[in-house]
């Protein structure tokens, strides 16, 4: 088992900048991925970045130059967002992945003036 402890998120103005932290703990296997993603109201959970154990990252389009994702250590994944727009207003999720997937309980991102 792998439990997932998000901090960070809240209300922030359109242009501002916002610090999501995960850190894992339990069972973590050497080889995994972990990563951020979201859903806003009405719509699918959608992949916003992840990080592999050696450091490959990837990320979804709509937010390529703005986000950057890094790990601060083997259990602690960083996700840090800037110039956000209100189309980025979402609950944001940790995700750890090995063999099976392991999900934070959401922390809410709020864009708006």
């Known amino acids: 088992q792998v439990q997932l402890v998000e901090s960070g998120g809240g209300l922030v103005q359109p242009g501002g900048s916002l610090r999501l932290s995960c850190t894992a703990s339990?069972?973590?296997?050497?080889?995994?991925?972990m990563g951020w993603y979201r859903q806003a109201p009405g719509k699918q959970r959608e992949l916003v970045a992840t990080?592999?154990?050696?450091?490959?990252t990837s990320y979804t389009d709509s937010v390529k130059g703005r986000f950057t994702i890094s790990k601060d250590n083997a259990k602690t994944v960083t996700l840090q967002m800037n110039s956000l727009k209100p189309e980025d207003t979402a609950v944001y999720y940790c995700?750890?992945?090995?063999?099976?997937?392991?999900w934070g309980q959401g922390t809410q991102v709020t864009v708006s003036s």
């Open positions: 990080i592999s154990s050696w450091g490959t």
């Open positions: 995700n750890f992945r090995s063999n099976v997937d392991y």
């Open positions: 339990g069972s973590i296997a050497s080889l995994n991925t």
